[in-house]
Structures are given as structure tokens and as C-alpha cells.
């Protein structure tokens, strides 16, 4: 089972690493660790299992997350009260996006960062990714809102990109006025 002390703090040199593409077939290691994440990050927005196995709650994670500089992601989205639509993208491309930018109002999180980080991270309100599932067949997933803005951050980590890079310095809320928080 993975635990939170096995996710990559961001003082970790190796979350900066663009990583590599996947080739098929996948290695049953692999496999093994998208099991754990999609468990992981299942169970950490479940109240009761996360108190029980002490989980940070996260809807996504890349596999650098985990130390692997392999081009592969798990978003788990709840999409109402217990059920959750899980998504494994392998070799995930961002191939068209809206024109529209939207923000999280509470500001983006991260199980790497374990601290909060207050200012704007512009994202695209919809977004359409291209990749591969576990087994080398090709698929396309349009994604909006929340969603779309987990696919970004995921995508983001597997180039070597904090969420905060984003984020204005000088003015963390620089912005605001321009885009829509959600």
C-alpha cells in the first residue's frame, strides 16, 4: 500500500526531471504502480480511510511523484458523493485547449508541496488530452473545470513544472480579474 511518506517532497531534486515516454507492452511494475496510485488516490478522498491510513487527499499524481521519470499519470475525480471516475493516461498530450482560463479560488494543491501556496495559477477551463491506456490503445479525453485543471497539473509534473511556477512572485494574485476562479 502506498503511504503519504512515499510521495516526493518538493525539495526532491528528481520532481524537476522531464520524464521519458512509455513503451509497450508496459512492465508489470509499472502496472503495479498505477494500481497503488489509483488506490491511493481512490481511498484519500474517502474521510474514513484517509483518517485510517493517514492519506493527504489528492485526485491526481504522476509517476515522478513516486520517483518514476516515466510519462504516466492517474487522475481518480470524484464526481459525486463515493463514486469516482478514474483516469490513466499514458503519454498524456494536451492537443487542443479553450480559449477561456479559469483558477482554483482556494488556491492549487499538491501532494508533493506540503505547505499552502496562496496566488493564481491560470489554467485553461477545458482541455482535450491524447494519450494511450495501459495496454498501448490510443485515447482521447475531453476534460472541463476541476478536471481539466487536474490534467494540467499531472501533465505539468511529468515536465518537471510545480504548480507554483505558475504564480506571480511579485503579485501572486496578478490576474484575478482576467480569469474565472472555480
Same mark, same amino acid.
Given at each position: 500500500?502506498?503511504? &503519504?511518506?512515499? %510521495?516526493? *517532497?518538493?525539495? +526532491?531534486?528528481?520532481?524537476?526531471?522531464?520524464?521519458?515516454?512509455?513503451?509497450?507492452?508496459?512492465?508489470?511494475?509499472?502496472?503495479? $504502480?498505477? +494500481?497503488?496510485?489509483? &488506490?491511493?488516490?481512490?481511498?484519500?478522498?474517502?474521510?474514513?480511510?484517509?483518517?485510517? $491510513? *493517514?492519506?493527504?487527499?489528492?485526485?491526481?499524481?504522476?509517476?515522478?511523484?513516486?520517483?518514476?521519470?516515466?510519462? $504516466?499519470?492517474?487522475?481518480?475525480?470524484?464526481?459525486?458523493?463515493?463514486?469516482?471516475?478514474?483516469?490513466?493516461? %499514458?503519454?498524456?498530450?494536451?492537443?487542443?485547449?479553450?480559449?477561456?482560463?479559469?483558477?482554483?479560488?482556494?488556491?492549487?494543491?499538491?501532494?508533493?508541496?506540503?505547505?499552502?501556496?496562496?496566488?493564481?495559477?491560470?489554467?485553461?477551463?477545458?482541455?482535450?488530452?491524447?494519450?494511450? +491506456? &495501459?495496454?498501448?490503445?490510443? %485515447?482521447?479525453?475531453?476534460?472541463?473545470?476541476?478536471?481539466?485543471?487536474?490534467?494540467?497539473?499531472?501533465? *505539468?509534473?511529468?515536465?518537471?513544472?510545480?504548480?507554483?511556477?505558475?504564480?506571480?512572485?511579485?503579485?501572486?494574485?496578478?490576474?484575478?480579474?482576467?480569469?474565472?476562479?472555480?
Amino acid at each position: 500500500m502506498l503511504k &503519504t511518506k512515499d %510521495i516526493l *517532497d518538493e525539495k +526532491d531534486k528528481r520532481l524537476r526531471l522531464v520524464s521519458e515516454e512509455v513503451t509497450f507492452p508496459m512492465s508489470d511494475e509499472d502496472l503495479k $504502480y498505477i +494500481d497503488l496510485m489509483v &488506490t491511493y488516490l481512490t481511498d484519500s478522498q474517502i474521510e474514513k480511510l484517509a483518517e485510517k $491510513y *493517514d492519506l493527504r487527499p489528492g485526485m491526481g499524481m504522476a509517476a515522478i511523484q513516486l520517483g518514476i521519470p516515466k510519462r $504516466y499519470i492517474t487522475i481518480v475525480h470524484e464526481v459525486e458523493e463515493g463514486v469516482f471516475d478514474t483516469y490513466v493516461v %499514458i503519454n498524456p498530450k494536451i492537443i487542443s485547449n479553450s480559449v477561456e482560463k479559469i483558477y482554483v479560488e482556494q488556491g492549487e494543491g499538491c501532494l508533493s508541496v506540503n505547505r499552502d501556496v496562496e496566488g493564481i495559477v491560470p489554467r485553461y477551463a477545458r482541455v482535450t488530452v491524447e494519450g494511450y +491506456d &495501459t495496454k498501448g490503445q490510443k %485515447i482521447r479525453i475531453r476534460a472541463r473545470e476541476e478536471l481539466a485543471i487536474a490534467f494540467q497539473h499531472e501533465i *505539468d509534473h511529468l515536465n518537471g513544472i510545480l504548480f507554483y511556477d505558475h504564480i506571480d512572485l511579485k503579485n501572486p494574485m496578478k490576474d484575478a480579474d482576467r480569469y474565472r476562479a472555480i
